[in-house]
Every structure is written in structure tokens, then in C-alpha cells.
């Protein structure tokens, strides 16, 4: 079974500051890859995703991801947070095989005025 | 305006006593899904429905029912709830279409069960 794997689970960050949020997954097939965002009492809405083509992804409100296909990574990125960037951030995989995504269990951001 | 929505938001019940959450689509989805959502474990899928009539277990379906006879609909039954199912359930909604594969959810329940 693929698994997907966030490794910083809480991070803060000032205003301004730069940001990447680390992916990795399990599985060694074809995969689709997606990080999702959280605002704070809202569901989740779709920030970017990768299916094929450029390994660098660029996404709403500034973010961008980039799939390394030999580290199984999709990292997160910003080069500038927004204190509106507060909120919690999931990877997920979909492999070609299933219908459902797998998703990690998430980062959550706080950015300080 | 294309939505998922799911009622009711926030529901506290008592151990055993039969719940429903409905969730509804109006983007004309066959896809549709139940994830809950617990704190260190990200979400996880509860039951999916490729289409109505079809339906199928995730990772979680233990204590789970759901139904899918019209496409737009697809509750999620409790019938005998307990503590451990406390959490936050998102349902999902998405086409058949792979080149476009993105899901919409719906704004969550809360569910409490003491």
C-alpha cells in the first residue's frame, strides 16, 4: 500500500520568510500528486497538482511544488509567506490504480505578522 | 455556484444511537467519497461510490454504511456510533474524467459521540 509522508508537522515562520514544506511518497508507479490547503475552519481546497510534463508545478496565491521523480518527492514551496497563509497543508497521491487519494497527515503553518 | 454540501456541520450524539450525514453534489459528479479526518493521521477514505448503485469500501469503513441511489447524493449512516468515531468527515466529489482528476469537498461535519 502506498504511503505519503509529511515530515514537518507544525512549522512557523514570520512574515515574508521563505517556505518549503517536505512530501515524500511510497509508491514506484505512475502517480498523481496534489497538495491540498485547509483555512482555518474551512474545508479543503486545491492548491496545486501534478499529473505529467514540467516537474515544477505553480499553483494559486504564489505556490509552486516541485516532483522529484527519484526521491519520490513533491516539496511545497513559497519564497514569500503571507500571515493569510495560515493553515494546514496535506500532500496526497493518487496512483493509477485507485480512485481514492492517499493523503499525509498534514503540515500546519502559522505565520507571524 | 459548484458545491458539495453536507449536513448537518456539527452534530454531538450518544453511543449507539443512529446518525446520518448527508452530502450532496451539484456538479453532476459520478464520483463520490467519505474521508474522516483525525488529528496526525490526515484524512482517510471511509467508502467511495463510482457511480450510483456502486459502492465500495476505503480504508475505514468499520462502523460505516453509505448509499448512492441518486447521483447527487451519497449519506453517510452511522448505525450504531461509538467514542472512536469522533472526528471531522469531509465528503468528495469528482468526475470521471483522469485527464482532470481533482476533488471538491464539502465544508465537513463535526461529529462528537460521548
Known amino acids: 500500500a502506498q504511503s505519503v509522508s509529511q515530515h514537518n508537522h507544525h512549522v512557523i515562520l514570520s512574515e515574508a520568510a521563505s517556505l518549503e514544506l517536505g512530501c515524500n511518497y511510497s509508491?514506484?508507479?505512475?502517480?498523481?500528486l496534489f497538495w491540498y490547503v485547509q483555512y482555518p475552519g474551512q474545508h479543503l481546497q486545491l492548491l496545486l497538482k501534478?499529473?505529467?510534463?514540467?516537474?515544477l508545478v505553480k499553483g494559486i496565491k504564489g505556490f509552486e511544488a516541485e516532483f522529484i521523480k527519484s526521491k519520490f518527492s513533491f516539496n511545497l514551496r513559497k519564497p514569500s509567506v503571507q500571515w493569510s497563509d495560515t493553515a494546514e497543508y496535506f500532500c496526497?497521491?493518487?496512483?493509477?490504480?485507485?480512485?481514492?487519494?492517499?493523503f499525509g497527515s498534514g503540515t500546519r503553518l502559522q505565520v507571524q505578522p | 455556484e459548484a458545491q458539495v454540501t453536507q449536513n448537518p456541520r456539527y452534530l454531538i450524539t450518544v453511543t449507539g444511537k443512529k446518525l446520518t450525514v448527508t452530502c450532496s453534489q451539484n456538479?453532476?459528479?459520478?464520483?463520490m467519497s467519505w474521508y474522516r479526518q483525525d488529528p496526525g493521521l490526515g484524512l482517510r477514505q471511509i467508502y467511495y461510490?463510482?457511480?450510483?448503485?456502486?459502492?465500495d469500501k476505503g480504508d475505514v469503513p468499520e462502523g460505516y454504511k453509505v448509499s448512492r441511489k441518486e447521483k447527487r447524493n451519497f449519506p453517510l449512516i452511522l448505525e450504531s456510533p461509538s467514542p472512536n468515531q469522533t472526528s471531522l468527515y469531509f465528503c468528495?466529489?469528482?468526475?470521471?474524467?483522469?485527464?482532470?482528476?481533482?476533488?471538491?469537498f464539502g465544508p465537513g461535519t463535526r461529529l462528537t459521540v460521548t
Open positions: 468528495a466529489s469528482s468526475s470521471r474524467d483522469s485527464t482532470s482528476y481533482e476533488q471538491y
Open positions: 461510490s463510482m457511480n450510483v448503485e456502486v459502492t
Open positions: 501534478y499529473f505529467s510534463g514540467d516537474p
Open positions: 496526497a497521491v493518487k496512483d493509477t490504480g485507485r480512485r481514492a487519494l492517499t
Open positions: 509508491y514506484g508507479g505512475t502517480v498523481n
Open positions: 456538479m453532476n459528479h459520478e464520483y
